[in-house]
T-cell receptor, first 117, second 115 residues
């Protein structure tokens, strides 16, 4: 079956512009996570969705970052007024469910490499 | 807040050498622990996980890890590495107890196996 897909694979933009990054989770997965991976670092948690709602957005760095998942499947990460420091690989992951006392594996997508010039 | 520390950022070994990658975490409560691997050009994938029970867990491709609660450690081991083990390895922690938390990752260890 298909894994997590992310588009675009690469995005180059100019400082101050608005960008949208898309994530298609594995079909049937209700939990969806966004992470950001800067060069030489491990992935950093941004936001987690359970269904349509953001269950935990504590990792979003500031109010320029926003994410939606209106139908509980595809999610879009939106970044306003991009800055050079936003350059990173943005990873999406999905799991069968997030709310559980047992762990459901997070499956990661290939990421979107964002470069802000 | 949780944090994860991986002691070695770059490791170079010869084939058939034994491997141990260190991982320490800071969270004092119930934790779930993971090792993820990213092979060149591929996605992050789960290597193994500790949730509860036997602190020695076995994963794919001959890897294992031992959870030592008193040391807040979850070191990854493999008795004999292969060239195909060349990859980036990430240790990660999630607070346990049924919370809806994302994973906290370490900075990663870049492992190079020389033939």
């Amino acid at each position: 079956g298909a894994g997590v897909s992310q588009t675009p694979s690469n995005k180059v933009t100019e400082k101050g512009k608005y960008v949208e990054l898309r994530c298609d989770p594995i079909s049937g997965h209700t939990a969806l996570y966004w992470y950001r991976q800067s060069l030489g670092q491990g992935p950093e948690f941004l936001i987690y969705f359970q269904g349509t709602g953001a269950a935990d957005d504590s990792g979003l760095p500031n109010d320029r970052f926003f994410a939606v998942r209106p139908e509980g499947s595809v999610s879009t990460l939106k970044i306003q007024r991009t800055e050079r420091g936003d350059s990173a690989v943005y990873l999406c992951a999905s799991s069968l469910t997030g709310f559980s006392s047992s762990y459901n594996e997070q499956f990661f997508g290939p990421g979107t490499r964002l470069t802000v010039l | 807040a949780q944090s994860v520390s991986q002691h070695n950022h770059h490791v170079i070994l010869s084939e058939a050498a034994s491997l141990e990658l260190g991982c320490n975490y800071s969270y004092g409560g119930t934790v779930n622990l993971f090792w993820y691997v990213q092979y060149p050009g591929q996605h992050l994938q789960l290597l193994l996980k500790y949730f509860s029970g036997d602190p020695l867990v076995k994963g794919i491709k001959g890897f294992e890890a031992e959870f030592i609660k008193s040391k807040f450690s979850f070191n990854l081991r493999k008795p004999s590495v292969q060239w195909s083990d060349t990859a980036e390895y990430f240790c990660a922690v999630r607070s346990g107890g049924g919370g809806a938390d994302g994973l906290t990752f370490g900075k990663g260890t870049h492992l190079i196996i020389q033939p």
